[in-house]
C-alpha cells in the first residue's frame, strides 16, 4: 500500500495541479461561447465535512483567490508528508482533498470568466458517478458513458444557464 504522503502528493498533483496548469494554457486561449468542464467528485463533500470548520468556510469562500487555494493545498501536503494533516484541520482523504481542490479552483475560474471580455465563457465540475474503470473495477455501478452523460451536457449548456455550479446527473449539487 502506497503512504499517505505519496497519496497527496500524486493525488494533489494530477487531479489539482494538472487541472489547473491545463487550464492555465487553455483559458487565455478558449473561444467566446467555449465551456469548461472540470473533472471532480462527491468524495469532495465527503473531504470537506471531515475538515476543520475553519477550512470549510475558506474552500466554502465564494471569494477565495487561486493563490490562497493554492497555499492551502501545498500546506495540506506538507502537513500529509509530516503525518500531522488532520490536525492542521485537513480530511483524511488524499484523493478528496484534491477534489475539493478542483470544485474550489473551477468556481474561481467562473468567477474569473464573468470579469473576462470573451463572451459567454461557462466554467462548471462534475461528479461523474462511481464508473466501471480499469480504476474501480467491475463492482461501479455506472458505464464510463453513464459516467461522461452530464460532462457532454455540460460542453452543450445554454448561454447563461448555469456558471460555477458542481453537477450529478446534470442537475447542480451542493458544494
Not at 6 to 16: E, H, M, P, R, W
Amino acid at each position: 500500500m502506497v503512504s499517505f504522503c505519496y497519496q497527496a502528493v500524486d493525488s494533489l498533483g494530477i487531479n489539482f495541479f494538472g487541472t489547473m496548469a491545463l487550464s492555465k494554457a487553455l483559458l487565455p486561449i478558449i473561444r467566446p461561447h467555449g465551456r469548461v468542464v472540470n473533472v471532480s467528485s462527491q468524495v469532495s463533500q465527503m473531504a470537506m465535512k471531515k475538515c476543520s470548520a475553519e477550512l470549510q468556510a475558506r474552500f466554502r469562500d465564494r471569494s477565495i483567490l487561486e493563490e490562497e487555494l493554492v497555499t492551502l493545498l501545498n500546506k495540506f501536503i506538507e502537513t500529509a508528508k509530516a503525518g500531522k494533516h488532520k490536525e492542521n484541520g485537513f480530511a483524511d482523504s488524499a484523493y478528496g482533498m484534491s477534489k475539493i481542490g478542483v470544485t474550489v479552483l473551477t468556481f474561481i475560474q467562473a468567477r474569473e470568466m464573468e470579469k473576462d471580455s470573451r463572451e459567454d465563457i461557462l466554467v462548471n465540475c462534475l461528479c461523474p458517478g462511481w464508473c466501471k474503470t480499469d480504476m474501480a473495477g467491475d463492482k461501479a455501478p455506472r458505464t464510463a458513458a453513464e459516467g461522461a452523460d452530464t460532462a457532454i451536457f455540460l460542453a452543450f449548456i445554454k448561454p447563461k444557464e448555469s456558471q460555477g455550479q458542481f453537477f450529478y446527473n446534470r442537475k447542480p449539487i451542493e458544494f
